[in-house]
């Protein structure tokens, strides 16, 4: 018997599911131990080195809430520090995302069949260098060979095009509005051929936003009928808001009204909710959808696409009825809700084969063989090819030339960032010398410091730019100021950024690749070991 071993992985941020390509070539999700097809991304502390993972943690922050760790997503590859203190010990986001990783091989692995070796896993298209580098590490400290990391809307489309029969090009539009991030992705389908076209995304706006504004419109409710009583110290009772906030939102999904009963200090409150009330409370939320909607709708007139043969709604979130009508009211568009839970998981599950088929050194029998697919299922995943953009702009630092103070006094001139890599450039991108000058007489060495557009939108100002590696070219000749120094940007088809600098005149050069966060392999190792000691449960 073939054993499965390549994954599909979506690590959201509130909910996470694990996916493999059966022997007919169908994605299929794995269901964890209670039945369910996502796990809750959460994990509980309950001793050092024993942590519960998913529901069993969900119901367990109610009770120890200073013991469990939430939506660790949005603090991935974050540039302040955000390690979580659990019985005296600091966890990485990383680590945490790793110990859900493991409970979801755990948990998979629970039937023979399965062995989780090799997994794609999925991230938000608008997250950067930074965030996607933790997300391959999380895998590697799980003691997962990532395949590589792909898109979350990529990855959904992959997955609607192996569904659809008919051939010829297909331009389809993707929102996923998870828990935690909103994202959207126009695509070009055509046949074996995945072309991304646009990329926008907030990473910072999802569900529990809508969660929060509901949770904050109880306690003034609560504290309106109680104004003598103020529960907001009490981690247990803040918890349980929160999750009685969101219970809130999920049921106005389906009916038109909620009441709620609140409890504390030996009072009680009753809470109506309509859903006219959640669409007031949250209408900048959806307004924020909509502009991000809107962006990379532009993104993708500007290159020729103005019509969509089919807009698919991905995540959690999109459940809720008022988001497909802002859509339609607000930018004409006629949405379809696509298997919101799973088509992330089963997109990946499709690439991760495709991925591994297209390793294979061995011959295409050899491939489905491995695999347990048929040769004419080898060939096509061998064939499929997914072309990706650059998910933001990528730059150098450098002396705004507008600035009259350039030429007497650089060292005074403002400081923009030159981007030399746009997003939606299609990848592998190279974006070819492009001319600084050295600003002092006789300088013999320019510091070459890149950066990564940090907002929504490309923006030359430093302070919109987080600034990403650093290189220093020396060696160069003496002469006045103004000599050329090429700088030269490559990013490979799965992201890795190669940096390369000359001096044409004296062929001084410096190359480097970006090294993202501070962790080289001997620390990886370490929290690989550290993870590992961790009993593990759902
Ligand atoms: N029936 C429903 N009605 C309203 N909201 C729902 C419903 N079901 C799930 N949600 C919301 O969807 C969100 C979770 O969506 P999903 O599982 O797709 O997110 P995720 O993949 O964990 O996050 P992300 O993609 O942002 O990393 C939560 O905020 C949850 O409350
Ligand atoms: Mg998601």
């Not at 299922?377 to 730059?395: K, L, P, Y």
Request: with cysteine; aromatic share 4%.
């Amino acid at each position: 018997m073939t054993e499965y071993t390549t994954f599909g992985i979506d690590l959201g941020t509130t909910h996470s599911c694990i996916a493999y390509v059966d022997r007919s070539g169908r994605p299929v999700v794995v269901k964890n131990e209670i039945g369910a097809e996502t796990t809750p991304s959460v994990v509980y502390f309950e001793k050092p080195e024993k942590v519960l993972v998913g529901s069993a943690a969900k119901n367990s922050a109610l009770l120890a809430p200073h013991l469990v760790a939430e939506m660790v997503k949005r603090d991935m590859g974050s540039r302040v520090p955000s390690d979580r203190v659990y019985h005296k010990k600091k966890y990485t986001p990383e680590e945490i995302s790793a110990l859900i990783l493991r409970e979801l091989v755990r948990s998979t692995e629970k039937n023979d069949e399965f062995r989780v070796k090799d997994v794609v896993i999925t991230v938000p298209a608008h997250f950067g260098i930074a965030e996607r580098d933790a997300t391959r590490r999380a895998g590697e400290i799980a003691k997962l060979n990532v395949l590589d990391v792909l898109d979350e809307p990529t990855a959904a489309a992959l997955h609607y095009q192996t569904t659809q029969s008919g051939t010829g090009t297909r331009h389809v539009l993707v929102c996923d509005l998870g828990g935690g991030t909103y994202d959207t992705t126009v695509i070009r389908l055509q046949d074996k051929d995945f072309q991304v076209i646009s990329i926008a995304g907030d990473d910072k706006l999802g569900g529990a936003d809508w969660d929060e504004r509901i949770r904050d419109r109880l306690l003034r409710e609560f504290t309106a009928q109680h104004p003598r009583i103020d529960p907001t110290a009490d981690d247990v009772f803040m918890q349980d808001l929160m999750i009685t906030a969101e219970d809130v939102k999920k049921t106005l999904s389906s009916k038109q009204s909620h009441r709620v009963g609140l409890r504390f200090g030996g009072v009680a409150a009753q809470v109506e909710f309509t859903r006219a009330m959640v669409e007031e409370l949250t209408v900048d939320l959806l307004d924020r959808v909509v502009d991000v909607t809107k962006r990379v709708i532009d993104a993708a007139a500007r290159k020729g696409v103005r019509e969509f043969d089919e807009v698919l709604l991905v995540g959690g979130m999109t459940k809720v009825p008022s988001v497909a009508a802002a859509l339609q009211e607000r930018l004409g568009l006629e949405t379809r809700l696509y298997e919101p839970d799973l088509a992330v998981a089963k997109g990946a599950a499709l690439f991760a084969m495709i991925s591994r088929a297209k390793r294979g050194a061995a011959s295409t029998q050899q491939t489905a063989d491995d695999l347990g697919i048929s040769v004419g299922q080898a060939e096509a995943m061998i064939s499929t090819n997914v072309q990706r953009v650059v998910s933001r702009g990528f730059g150098v630092k450098g002396v705004d030339p507008a600035d009259p103070l350039a030429q007497t006094r650089p060292m005074q001139a403002r400081q923009i960032v030159v981007h030399l890599l746009q997003p939606d450039t299609p990848l592998p991108a190279d974006s070819g010398p492009y001319p600084f000058m050295t600003v002092a007489d006789n300088q013999r060495m320019v510091e070459v410091e890149v950066y990564e557009q940090a907002g929504l939108v490309p923006s030359e100002e430093v302070a919109d730019n987080t600034k990403i590696g650093r290189g220093r070219l020396s060696g160069l000749p003496a002469g006045p100021k103004g000599m050329q120094i090429d700088v030269s940007f490559v990013m490979s088809e799965t992201g890795q950024l190669s940096v390369h600098a000359t001096e044409p005149s004296s062929g001084a050069e410096l190359r480097f690749d970006l090294q993202i966060g501070n962790m080289d392999q001997r620390a990886i190792a370490s929290a690989q070991a550290g993870i590992a000691k961790h009993d593990v449960s759902g």
